[in-house]
T-cell receptor, first 115, second 114 residues
Framework: DTAVSQTPKYLVTQMGNDKSIKCEQNLGHDTMYWYKQDSKKFLKIMFSYNNKELIINETVPNRFSPKSPDKAHLNLHINSLELGDSAVYFCASSQAGTGVSYGYTFGSGTRLTVV | AQTVTQSQPEMSVQEAETVTLSCTYDTSESDYYLFWYKQPPSRQMILVIRQEAYKQQNATENRFSVNFQKAAKSFSLKISDSQLGDAAMYFC???????????FGAGTILRVKS
């Protein structure tokens, strides 16, 4: 069983389109995240949800909207895609409290290419 | 805000040899967690080793060990008996005790020569 699963793994789309990336974790973790890895491999947090509540919202364009229907799912919707949105998007989860020292568990990433 | 610096963009090591990857960080907190993640070409992020700042003993996981120097804010990763499968991008990361955000360094590409 995959602990943190993201779909799709690859996404190629045209500028101006709207797309979604889905993430699900079966670890029972309380907190989920979206990270963006750019072309230079730099990882930067975008959003974090704890038990469906948004707790981190970094400086991200309004075209990006996360949604967490329950604590096991965190989806990312992107409107009006731009060339600069091309990147790898990682979903991750972690357990609050005593599990903090265990870091994150990452999904396998979604490579988004905007053409 | 905390920052993590990896000053080596790229490193090479001969198979079976030992290599050390450097990481420094900046924080005003006294308690925190540090991590090394490995990202092979498959792009999966894999936790290699973690260290709690309140523990003086350096963490060890098989061939991987760290040299944690709290006063110097340094957290280097030593890979012993390097294997071809160790070739990957390695990221150092920091997390506050009460925080939710994992802050990453820019990464170091490790190449292993046969």
């Amino acid at each position: 069983d995959t602990a943190v699963s993201q779909t799709p793994k690859y996404l190629v789309t045209q500028m101006g389109n709207d797309k979604s990336i889905k993430c699900e974790q079966n670890l029972g973790h309380d907190t989920m995240y979206w990270y963006k890895q750019d072309s230079k491999k730099f990882l930067k947090i975008m959003f974090s949800y704890n038990n469906k509540e948004l707790i981190i919202n970094e400086t991200v364009p309004n075209r990006f909207s996360p949604k967490s229907p329950d604590k096991a799912h965190l989806n990312l919707h992107i409107n009006s895609l731009e060339l600069g949105d091309s990147a790898v998007y990682f979903c991750a989860s972690s357990q609050a409290g005593t599990g903090v020292s265990y870091g994150y568990t990452f999904g396998s990433g979604t490579r988004l290419t905007v053409v | 805000a905390q920052t993590v610096t990896q000053s080596q963009p790229e490193m090479s090591v001969q198979e079976a040899e030992t290599v050390t990857l450097s990481c420094t960080y900046d924080t005003s907190e006294s308690d925190y967690y540090l991590f090394w993640y490995k990202q092979p070409p498959s792009r999966q992020m894999i936790l290699v080793i973690r260290q709690e700042a309140y523990k003086q003993q350096n963490a060890t996981e098989n061939r991987f060990s760290v040299n944690f120097q709290k006063a110097a804010k340094s957290f280097s990763l030593k890979i012993s008996d390097s294997q071809l499968g160790d070739a990957a991008m390695y990221f150092c990361a920091y997390r506050s005790v009460g925080g939710n955000k994992l802050v990453f360094g820019a990464g170091t590409i490790l190449r292993v020569k046969s």
